[in-house]
């Protein structure tokens, strides 16, 4: 089947590098899809209470539609870097912000809670190859000791999502109808579109058959795990069908450990763990976004359910995480440099837990000014943070390695961001057992509970970096500085 001769098709050469205006272009285009993902997610969760209430469902039922994307995310983006080796970056970076673009506009007709979950996995289709083969045309692009700059830079208009989303879904709606949060992304779709087929460059690299069987085993039982934490939560089944059901995820994601030992191309190559900085990146990114992975979904539950604040305020009061971040992400490479990565991951690490506890203090009494300087200190830590993990991935790995390193670093990221989800709203459940009649005051004390459990479980991650030496990075992030 594949091999290394597959590198010319009837439309021209496989590799199409990019000049020097196409190299200073290729942040911005792949910002789009950061730009796209960022504002659906942030539009949607300051939205929750006003959906849920047009859906007959109870906003902790919401976390379904949350979820349901991230995880789509996490079983589709394994093949992404398979898909673009085979195909081109081009052609499936265009092809998966086509197919997220129509997946919004389905969600944006959806009149029932399980349609809508079906076409938010189709987004996650489109997603899974989008940010990913992104991310990994980026790496292929610029030297690594450019990477933290360019990554950096990608991230500052990726970011304008998480500032405009929450303000424009309080503002939508409001004035508007709920369903115009996911018709917002058609235009901005058609523009990326437009602009990668003019000037992303088209990488494409040795292909190996794609492992079927891996991808069966890995999807169902990363599948089936989320399932559980969903209905745990519920509390539709017996305790015994609940553990029946882990027993058979673990099950599955264990066959496909050795599955994946066993095979020359695995789906997903976990060799790579191997390498020091790469496992610390990604384990320690995993059960970070555990903890924080959450917090986007239940603070607008506190702000409008728990505090009455209506959703044009309580999408004011997400804003300035944000704007913390855009505005000081130039500095994070000087800071990596100052104190290396794993100084900086062990504190800041820390520093998040603490925040997090400090969201349990909010409450009727709490001044509109304190929430925002919560807020900011939170947007600057978790942008550091999330900085400092997904460029230390990189910093040992080879230019080969580079497709296999961006599929497990994505996944990954994807499978805590669902399971925080899922996490959190099942923290908030369960100190919250009769939600359906629960009053402001009980939802906060519920949730300020569940803010004490994420708080404390990211306290823990921080165990992980403490593998990580004080050089780990520093080149990398030395260069950072020279050139600033």
Same mark, same amino acid.
């Given at each position: 089947?594949g *091999?290394?001769?597959?590198?010319c098709?009837?439309?021209g050469p496989a590799?199409?590098?990019?000049?020097?205006?196409?190299?200073?272009?290729?942040?911005?285009l /792949?910002?789009?899809?950061?730009?796209?993902?960022s @504002?659906?997610t942030?539009?949607?969760?300051?939205?929750?209470?006003?959906?849920?209430?047009?859906?007959? $469902?109870?906003?902790?039922?919401?976390?379904?539609?949350?979820?349901s994307?991230?995880?789509?995310?996490? $079983?589709?983006?394994p093949?992404?870097?398979?898909?673009?080796? +085979?195909f081109?970056?081009?052609r499936?970076?265009?092809?998966?912000?086509?197919?997220?673009?129509?997946?919004? /506009?389905?969600?944006? %007709?959806? #009149?029932?809670? !399980?349609v809508? /979950?079906?076409? +938010?996995?189709?987004q996650?289709?489109?997603?899974?190859?989008? $940010?990913? %083969?992104?991310?990994?045309t980026? /790496?292929?692009?610029?030297?690594?000791?450019?990477?933290?700059?360019?990554?950096?830079?990608?991230?500052?208009?990726?970011l304008?999502?998480?500032? @405009?989303?929450?303000i424009?879904?309080?503002?939508?709606?409001?004035?508007?109808?709920?369903?115009?949060?996911?018709?917002?992304n058609?235009?901005?779709?058609?523009?990326?579109?437009?602009?990668?087929? @003019?000037?992303?460059?088209?990488?494409?690299?040795?292909?190996?058959?794609?492992? %079927? $069987?891996?991808?069966?085993?890995?999807g169902?039982?990363?599948?089936?795990?989320?399932?559980?934490?969903e209905?745990?939560?519920?509390?539709?089944?017996?305790?015994?069908e609940?553990?029946?059901?882990?027993?058979?995820?673990?099950?599955?994601?264990a066959?496909?450990?050795?599955?994946?030992?066993?095979?020359?191309?695995?789906?997903?190559?976990?060799?790579l763990?191997?390498?020091?900085?790469? +496992? =610390? =990146?990604v384990?320690?990114?995993?059960?970070?976004?555990?903890?924080?992975?959450g917090?986007?979904?239940?603070l607008?539950?506190?702000? &409008?359910?728990?505090?009455?604040?209506n959703p044009?305020?309580?999408?004011?009061?997400?804003?300035?995480?944000?704007?913390?971040?855009? #505005?000081?992400?130039?500095t994070m490479?000087?800071?990596?440099?100052?104190?290396?990565?794993?100084?900086?991951l062990?504190s800041?690490?820390?520093?998040?837990?603490?925040?997090?506890l %400090?969201f349990?203090?909010i409450g009727?009494?709490?001044?509109?000014?304190?929430?925002?300087? &919560?807020?900011?200190?939170?947007?600057?830590?978790?942008?550091? &943070?999330?900085? *400092?993990?997904?460029?230390?991935v990189? *910093?040992?790995?080879?230019? +080969? &390695?580079a497709?296999g390193?961006? #599929?497990?670093?994505?996944t990954m990221?994807?499978? *805590?961001? #669902?399971?925080?989800?899922? @996490?959190?709203?099942?923290?908030?459940?369960?100190?919250?057992?009769?939600r359906?009649?629960?009053d402001?005051?009980?939802?906060?004390?519920?949730? !300020?509970? =569940?803010f004490?459990?994420?708080?404390?479980l990211?306290?823990?991650?921080?165990?992980?970096?403490?593998?990580?030496r004080?050089?780990d990075?520093?080149?990398?992030?030395? !260069?950072?500085?020279?050139?600033?």
């Open positions: 089947m *091999s290394g001769d597959c590198y098709d009837e439309m590799n199409v590098e990019p000049g020097v205006a196409g190299k200073g272009l290729l942040p911005w /792949v910002a789009v899809a950061f730009f796209m993902e @504002l659906d942030t539009i949607l969760n300051t939205a929750v209470p006003t959906v849920a209430a047009a859906l007959k $469902v109870a906003p902790l039922s919401m976390k379904s539609v949350l979820s994307y991230t995880l789509s995310l996490a $079983v589709f983006i093949i992404s870097g398979w898909m673009a080796d +085979r081109g970056t081009r499936v970076f265009a092809s998966a912000i086509g197919l997220f673009t129509l997946g919004s /506009v389905l969600c944006g %007709v959806s #009149s029932e809670i !399980h809508l /979950v079906a076409c +938010r996995i189709l996650g289709c489109g997603g899974a190859m989008m $940010v990913p %083969v992104g991310r990994l980026m /790496v292929r692009t610029f030297a690594k000791s450019e990477l933290v700059r360019a990554m950096s830079f990608v991230a500052i208009p990726g304008i999502g998480p500032m @405009l989303g929450p424009a879904g309080g503002l939508i709606v409001s004035y508007f109808h709920w369903r115009v949060i996911f018709f917002v058609l235009p901005i779709g058609l523009a990326g579109l437009f602009l990668v087929y @003019l000037h992303l460059p088209d990488y494409r690299e040795d292909w190996n058959p794609l492992d %079927v $069987v891996g991808l069966i085993l890995f169902s039982g990363v599948g089936l795990l989320s399932y559980v934490l209905v745990f939560g519920e509390h539709s089944l017996s305790v015994e609940v553990l029946g059901l882990l027993a058979v995820s673990i099950a599955l994601l066959g496909y450990g050795l599955h994946a030992s066993q095979i020359r191309f695995p789906l997903l190559a976990l060799d763990f191997k390498i020091r900085t790469f +496992r =610390a =990146a384990s320690g990114s995993y059960f970070t976004r555990l903890g924080i992975g917090i986007p979904f239940i607008p539950l506190l702000y &409008q359910v728990g505090l009455g604040f044009i305020q309580s999408g004011l009061l997400m804003m300035p995480q944000a704007i913390a971040a855009i #505005s000081l992400k130039p490479p000087r800071i990596l440099a100052r104190f290396g990565y794993r100084s900086v062990i800041n690490t820390i520093i998040l837990g603490l925040l997090i %400090v349990a203090t009727e009494s709490t001044p509109v000014w304190f929430i925002i300087a &919560q807020a900011l200190c939170f947007g600057f830590f978790s942008s550091l &943070q999330y900085t *400092s993990m997904n460029t230390l990189y *910093s040992d790995i080879s230019e +080969r &390695q497709s390193a961006s #599929s497990i670093a994505s990221q994807q499978m *805590s961001i #669902s399971f925080g989800v899922a @996490l959190a709203s099942l923290a908030a459940a369960w100190f919250i057992p009769d359906a009649h629960a402001g005051h009980q939802m906060i004390e519920g949730i !300020h509970k =569940a004490v459990f994420l708080g404390g990211t306290l823990v991650s921080t165990t992980i970096f403490s593998e990580l004080s050089a990075g520093s080149a990398a992030s030395r !260069h950072q500085t020279l050139t600033a």
